[in-house]
């Protein structure tokens, strides 16, 4: 599924989804944004990082192209399936298209993370859940991710 999950949101990532798609609290979403190439510190740093703020706080940065941010609230058909036959819950939402995104910074890396009111409007608030290697080069022509056949998140019992 995810490269890795930030020690933020471990544990997390079920009920993230499940608030968002009953809008509880209002304005709640999950948002997505993407990692510019150059620069990028190793998982075993980011995965340390409390907020999309404290992301970009070292040498990583987001991409730069406008309209990169994707929101998904209540109305985005996230899915939380939970499958009781493999002892396990899957979270996904459909693939992502950004359309014709010129030139500029290079994708590294999409995260995922969650936000408990959309309308407060800093990257301090965002909490970050999972991360993805996605590795593309902008060349005006659309991008389409998507993060994991199965979804973006999968949680499992540890017995």
Same mark, same amino acid.
């Given at each position: 599924?995810?490269?890795?999950?930030?020690?933020?949101?471990?544990?997390?990532?079920?009920?993230?989804?499940?608030?968002?798609?009953?809008?509880? *609290?209002? +304005?709640?979403?999950?948002?997505?944004?993407?990692?510019?190439?150059?620069?990028?510190?190793?998982?075993?740093?980011l995965r340390d990082k409390d907020?999309?703020?404290?992301?970009?706080?070292?040498?990583?940065?987001?991409? @730069?192209? *406008?309209?990169?941010?994707?929101?998904?609230?209540?109305?985005?058909?996230?899915?939380?399936?939970?499958?009781?036959? +493999?002892?396990?819950?899957?979270?996904?939402? *459909?693939?992502?298209?950004?359309?014709?995104?010129?030139?500029?910074?290079?994708?590294?890396? &999409?995260v995922i993370g969650y936000d408990?009111d959309t309308t407060g409007g800093?990257?301090?608030? &965002?909490?970050?859940?999972?991360?993805?290697?996605?590795?593309?080069? *902008?060349?005006?022509?659309? &991008?389409?991710?998507?993060?994991?056949?199965?979804?973006?998140?999968?949680?499992?019992?540890? @017995?």
């Amino acid at each position: 599924m995810a490269n890795f999950v930030y020690n933020r949101g471990l544990g997390r990532g079920t009920e993230w989804a499940e608030r968002v798609n009953a809008n509880d *609290p209002t +304005n709640s979403a999950l948002i997505i944004d993407v990692l510019a190439t150059s620069g990028v510190e190793t998982d075993a740093v980011l995965r340390d990082k409390d907020s999309f703020s404290d992301i970009v706080s070292g040498a990583t940065n987001f991409v @730069t192209q *406008p309209s990169i941010r994707k929101t998904l609230d209540n109305t985005s058909s996230i899915t939380v399936t939970y499958d009781d036959t +493999n002892d396990r819950v899957d979270v996904d939402f *459909p693939d992502q298209t950004w359309t014709a995104v010129g030139a500029g910074d290079g994708f590294n890396d &999409i995260v995922i993370g969650y936000d408990s009111d959309t309308t407060g409007g800093t990257d301090a608030n &965002i909490l970050p859940h999972t991360q993805h290697d996605f590795v593309v080069v *902008p060349d005006g022509s659309d &991008i389409t991710a998507q993060v994991a056949t199965a979804g973006y998140f999968r949680a499992t019992s540890a @017995t």
